[in-house]
């Protein structure tokens, strides 16, 4: 399948390849941004492009009580494609939707640290007010802030990257980073 080009595509930067995914769409397993995600990942030349990094609105993992069943939409998500992106073996997922930063632990697969999966980065702190909610107790949530901030990745070659937050002060102080190395 062909991506929308507005919704869902990709492109290539440096040694990373961007997928850019809607939430707001339907991602199930034979609807046409899930069959488009799969051969988009299927096509990858890891040597040319290492990294692998999904944008997506909406989180797959979120440790905030929210109201009104926003976690069951998380879920969802997790249910239709996270196979996927473990996979395809991709390193990072970037999202908002929720007005606050989170981070799991790294190779994040099915509620496990350390099994495969991605890492997980929500950075929804940019410009509306921040959400003010209960952290839930989850084992894999490795950081979480609510302050404004934002985010910041340097790849260093095909085997490290390194993710910072950085607070919106005055001197950019830096609350929380992880180095990924594969």
Known sequence: GSSNGVFWYSFDFSSSHIIMLSSEHDLSPFSRQYQWLESDLQSL??????????EIHRPL?????????????????????????????VDLVFSGHYHSYLRTCNGLYRGV????????ITVGTAGAELTNATLLEQNWTAA????WGYGKVTIFNASTLYFEFIADDEVGTVKDYVWINK
């Open 113 to 120: 640290c350390n099994n495969g999966g991605p890492a997980y």
């Open 45 to 54: 030349d890891r040597t040319k492009t290492p990294w692998v990094i999904v």
């Open 61 to 89: 993992y979120n440790s905030f009580d929210l109201p009104d069943g926003q976690n069951l939409v998380t879920l969802a998500l997790r249910e239709q494609f996270e196979q996927l992106l473990m996979k395809y073996s």
């Open 144 to 147: 979480s802030l609510i302050e």
